[in-house]
C-alpha cells in the first residue's frame, strides 16, 4: 500500500493522506491533489509554464503538473508533499 501524505506547513500538521490506487499511478501530482480537494496554485492549466504548482516532495522541488504518481512513487511506499500555505 503506497500513501500520499499531504503536510501544511503554516499549520504545522498532517491535512490529509491519500492511499494510492493502481489507477492513479497514470496521473499527475497536481491532478491527484485537486481530484482529492487539496488546493493547488495554477494559472497555465498543467502546461507546465507558470511555475506556480512547485511542490517539495520526499525533499525536492517538483512541478507537480509534470510528474506522474507512477514516477513519484517509484522509489517510496510513502512521499510527504509538504503545503507552505496549508
Ligand atoms: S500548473 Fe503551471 S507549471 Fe504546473
Redesign the pocket.
Known amino acids: 500500500m503506497k500513501d500520499l501524505i499531504i503536510y501544511g506547513r503554516a499549520s504545522q500538521k498532517v491535512i490529509k493522506t491519500i492511499p494510492i490506487n493502481t489507477d492513479d499511478l497514470t496521473t499527475n501530482l497536481?491532478e491527484l491533489l485537486l481530484d482529492n480537494g487539496i488546493p493547488?496554485?495554477?494559472?497555465?492549466?498543467?502546461?507546465?509554464?507558470?511555475?506556480?504548482?512547485?511542490l517539495t516532495a520526499n525533499g525536492e522541488k517538483i512541478?507537480?503538473?509534470?510528474i506522474d504518481i507512477e514516477d513519484l512513487f517509484k522509489e517510496h511506499d510513502s512521499v510527504t508533499v509538504i503545503f507552505s500555505y496549508l
Do not use: D, H, P, R
Open positions: 497536481m493547488v496554485a495554477s494559472s497555465c492549466n498543467g502546461e507546465g509554464v507558470c511555475l506556480k504548482c512547485i512541478l507537480s503538473c509534470q
